[in-house]
Structures are given as structure tokens and as C-alpha cells.
């Protein structure tokens, strides 16, 4: 028998768990340092199909932390690159482009009833709250990532729901707007690490963190898609 991209995963999960993936639908919001790692994960661990949102052109300073973004890749579209580069990882995977900023306005794009999973990867509250307010409405399993800017120690990154989190600015944010939203049990990824204090209004960042938060939140995602 000729070998396979998901030989290695068969041996470690069995053939029947990776036959499962290959039928998930998993949304990725947002392909920055953490999203962009996420969409490396779930494909190479043979996810069957990706929806992908994001707005954003590869820049120039995302190098530093971003899979897709290369010398060769600056100037594209975010979902156009990803497409380009999942597409040569897995022939056979499925990619749905959204190319826009995913808004209360416009959050009628997805039907996250036809979604297995969804990964909150953006940066602004206004989004992450009307993604997990859809994932609640269609009882779709999801996890929220926190901040991930101005942080050197990526040893200190934690899943936990949102009412576990502390040290986190942007968590203690999210924590107040889902109480007032009467919203409980959000999983999400966040760090215990303290800020670093750069003086900076944009977030500093380094090519060690964000990949680790989204390898991280592609592992939960994985392992939940595979529970018995």
C-alpha cells in the first residue's frame, strides 16, 4: 500500500479517528500568528475542511510570527495564501474563503450549524463576541483565543473556560461583556504571563508565541473532534 500524508497520525490516533477528521468542518477566524498556526495544525492533521475568514494582505512585519507570511507571500491576501499553501500540504482539503472582517453585520456569511468546530483567532472584542454568541445560538463547540501580544514566555499559555482566566487585559474585557450578555462556559486560550510594558500603542511580538497558542488551540480542537 502506498504511503500516506497521515500515516504517522494513524499509528498514534487509528485509522478510524483519522477517517473521522477527514469529514470535520472547522472555522478559522482570523489567520494571524495564532490563526494562521491553527490552520497549519488542523490540516496537517487532516481536518477535511477548513472555512477561513480574515480581510487582511500578508505585510511585511508579519514574518516574525506568521506561517504564511514570507518575502514571496507579501502583498497577498491572507485566505488566498493559506488556500495556495493548505491546498499543497493536503490536495484533497476542502477550503471555503471569506475574505472580510467578520462583523454582527455581516455574521450571516456562516452557517455555524455546518460547523464541527470554530476557532476565534481576531483581535477585536465586537467580533469575538458575535462569533461566540453564533457558536452558542447553533450549539457549535468553540474555542476563543486571548491575548497573545507583548508576551515572551509561552510556557505560560492555558485552555481554560473564560471565568478561569486572570492576568489577561483582554480576558478581564471578555469576561464583562459575556456576564452582561448573561453568556457562560466559553473555552479559551490565555496567558498567565504579565505584559510586557513596551510604551507602544500596537502590540510587540516574537516568533515563539503566537505559534505556540495556536498549536495549542489546534491540539484541544483535534482532541475534542476525536473524543469517543
Not at 493559506?82 to 455581516?106: A, G, M, Q, S
Amino acid at each position: 500500500m502506498p504511503e500516506s500524508i497521515f500515516d504517522r497520525t494513524e499509528k498514534l490516533i487509528g485509522e478510524d479517528k483519522v477517517a473521522s477528521l477527514h469529514n470535520k468542518t472547522v472555522a478559522v477566524f482570523g489567520l494571524g500568528g495564532v490563526g494562521g498556526y491553527v490552520c497549519e495544525a488542523l490540516a496537517r492533521a487532516g481536518v477535511g475542511h477548513l472555512v477561513l475568514v480574515d480581510h487582511d494582505m500578508v505585510n511585511i512585519t508579519n514574518i516574525n510570527r506568521q506561517v504564511i507570511a514570507l518575502h514571496s507571500t507579501v502583498g497577498m491576501k491572507k485566505t488566498d495564501a493559506f488556500y495556495r499553501r493548505l491546498k499543497d500540504i493536503n490536495p484533497e482539503i476542502e477550503v471555503t474563503l471569506h475574505d472580510c472582517f467578520f462583523l454582527p453585520e455581516n455574521s450571516s456569511i456562516i452557517d455555524f450549524k455546518k460547523l464541527d468546530y470554530v476557532a476565534d483567532c481576531v483581535d477585536t472584542v465586537t467580533a469575538k463576541i458575535e462569533i461566540i454568541l453564533k457558536c452558542k445560538e447553533a450549539g457549535t463547540p468553540m474555542i476563543s483565543s486571548m491575548g497573545t501580544g507583548n508576551k515572551l514566555d509561552p510556557g505560560q499559555f492555558q485552555i481554560a473556560d473564560i471565568s478561569k482566566t486572570e492576568v489577561c487585559p483582554l480576558a478581564k474585557v471578555m469576561r464583562k461583556e459575556l456576564k452582561d450578555r448573561g453568556i457562560k462556559k466559553v473555552k479559551v486560550l490565555f496567558s498567565k504571563e504579565l505584559p510586557v510594558k513596551t510604551g507602544l500603542r500596537t502590540p510587540a511580538s516574537i516568533s515563539f508565541v503566537p505559534p505556540v497558542a495556536g498549536l495549542m488551540i489546534a491540539g484541544e480542537i483535534v482532541r475534542d473532534l476525536i473524543k469517543d
